[in-house]
């Protein structure tokens, strides 16, 4: 019986991770509609997802520091450790962005159609990839986590060479300041979230 219990606590634990990836990609992906839309009430739903991740972080974290009846095997604590960690500051990454977002809207900043689809470009892998980490935490495949770490890698060097060419364009004269400062700021953000989701790779991929 206590074995068929322990089995039952683990997977609760790994649905609760894919859930807590499921929060935090709906919280991104409210922000990039907000963005898109020029819509501040679409923020707002970005917010309650990340309330709830907050919320699921906080109790994961507990049940894994302080397992019931000594069921501290019944999961790799490290891995969930690590993966909750990263997911936190996948979580506070996103919130920078919706602080960009929000100002953007707030002064009616505008973006040329080249930089919003360097944005899409982006946002687009990074959700794809967090779809990925849920699937990943809840099965452990190693496939997934390689491809992760490969792709993460990958747009790296994307954002980091859409970066440079943006500030080249600034430099031109052919974007304005303000819009600049926005779309660098959240390039940088997805480039930590991209940070982040190869580290959950590399944790589940030992």
């Given amino acids: 019986m206590t074995g068929v219990n322990s089995d039952c606590r683990k997977m609760e634990m790994l649905k609760n991770l894919g859930e807590l990836t499921f929060y935090v990609r709906s919280m991104l992906t409210k922000i990039f509609e907000g963005f898109l839309q020029h819509k501040k009430g679409v923020l707002a739903s970005a917010e309650e997802y990340g309330s709830k991740a907050d919320g699921l972080i906080n109790q994961l974290t507990a049940d894994v520091l302080s397992p019931a009846e000594g069921?501290?095997?019944?999961?790799?604590?490290?891995?969930?450790?690590?993966?909750?960690?990263?997911?936190?500051?996948?979580?506070?990454?996103?919130?920078?962005?919706?602080?960009?977002?929000?100002?953007?809207?707030?002064?009616?900043?505008?973006?040329?159609?080249?930089?919003?689809?360097?944005?899409?470009?982006?946002?687009?892998?990074?959700?794809?990839?967090?779809?990925?980490?849920?699937?990943?935490?809840?099965?452990?495949?190693?496939?997934?986590?390689?491809?992760?770490?490969?792709?993460?890698?990958?747009?790296?060097?994307?954002?980091?060479?859409?970066?440079?060419?943006?500030?080249?364009?600034?430099?031109?004269?052919?974007?304005?300041?303000?819009?600049?400062?926005?779309?660098?700021?959240?390039?940088d953000s997805l480039k930590d979230i991209l940070w982040n989701i190869k580290i959950i790779g590399k944790a589940f991929n030992k």
Avoid: W
Wanted: hydrophobic fraction near 40%; glycine fraction near 6%.
């Fill in 71 to 187: 069921t501290g095997e019944e999961v790799d604590r490290t891995t969930v450790l690590q993966f909750l960690k990263s997911m936190e500051q996948i979580k506070y990454s996103a919130v920078k962005i919706g602080e960009s977002v929000n100002s953007k809207i707030k002064d009616g900043v505008l973006f040329s159609d080249k930089a919003v689809t360097e944005l899409k470009d982006v946002f687009d892998v990074v959700l794809d990839c967090l779809k990925n980490a849920g699937d990943l935490a809840v099965t452990g495949n190693k496939v997934i986590a390689g491809h992760l770490i490969s792709r993460a890698d990958l747009y790296n060097r994307v954002v980091m060479d859409y970066a440079t060419e943006h500030e080249e364009r600034l430099i031109r004269g052919i974007c304005l300041p303000k819009s600049s400062i926005i779309y660098l700021t959240m390039m």
